[in-house]
């Protein structure tokens, strides 16, 4: 089974006032470590959505063997990016049957955690699986293809949560400890840094 995955990191990073994808935390940028986490999981391919300070972003990847997809759209919400990340996938392997989607501001996520989704889809036959941290079901999540066409149909700000609360028949969550922290602020980043 082919799976792809999206990493996501086209926002603004407002109340940083920096690109947080490009934030250092034990030698690595956030968005190096998502990347390399999951080049050495059970995933074919990789695309990155980029957005704003996409020149910074895309100059800091460029070596890496993955999609760079630069979203002209990402204003105007996820949806834009999570939809532009999917036709890069599938244009560029159509044999995917699944597809998992990331953020970048996790600084806990590992490839044992893009595994364990691949493992628990393939465990169960669920089309979802999510991430779940302190009671809440979140990022990154798996979608097999039949929900391809649900993904393709969000707009504007939606996220792919709006497709697990209508399906919750066919999800299961794995665990992904530490997944609730994620950096948003300076403050954020500080107190990671401290946490070491």
């Known amino acids: ?26 030698g690595k940028t956030l968005i190096s470590h998502v990347i390399e986490e999951a080049e050495n ?3 074919q391919v990789i695309a990155v959505v980029t957005g704003s300070n996409s020149d910074l972003i895309q100059q800091e990847i460029k070596d890496k063997k993955i999609l760079i997809v ?15 990340g999917l036709s890069a996938l599938l244009n560029f392997n159509n ?9 970048c501001d996790q600084p806990f996520i590992s490839r044992a955690i893009f595994d364990s989704l691949i493992d628990a889809k393939n465990n169960t036959n669920k089309g979802i699986v999510a991430s779940h941290y ?6 990154p999540v798996l979608f097999d293809k039949k929900y391809f066409g649900d993904l393709k149909a969000l707009t504007g700000e939606e996220g792919a949560k709006k497709i697990l609360k209508v399906y919750p028949n066919d999800l299961v969550s794995v665990p992904f400890e530490n997944g609730e922290i994620d950096i948003d602020t300076q403050s954020d980043y500080l107190n990671l840094q401290n946490h070491k």
């Open 95 to 103: 044999k995917i049957e699944s597809i998992i989607i990331s953020v």
């Open 1 to 26: 089974m082919d799976t792809g995955v999206i990493i996501l990191a086209a926002g603004n990073s407002s109340r940083l006032g920096r690109p947080k994808q490009l934030l250092e935390l034990n």
């Open 134 to 139: 302190q009671n809440i079901i979140g990022t």
């Open 70 to 84: 630069d979203n002209q759209s990402w204003e105007i919400g996820m949806a834009s990016g999570i939809n532009a």
């Open 41 to 43: 999981a059970k995933i």
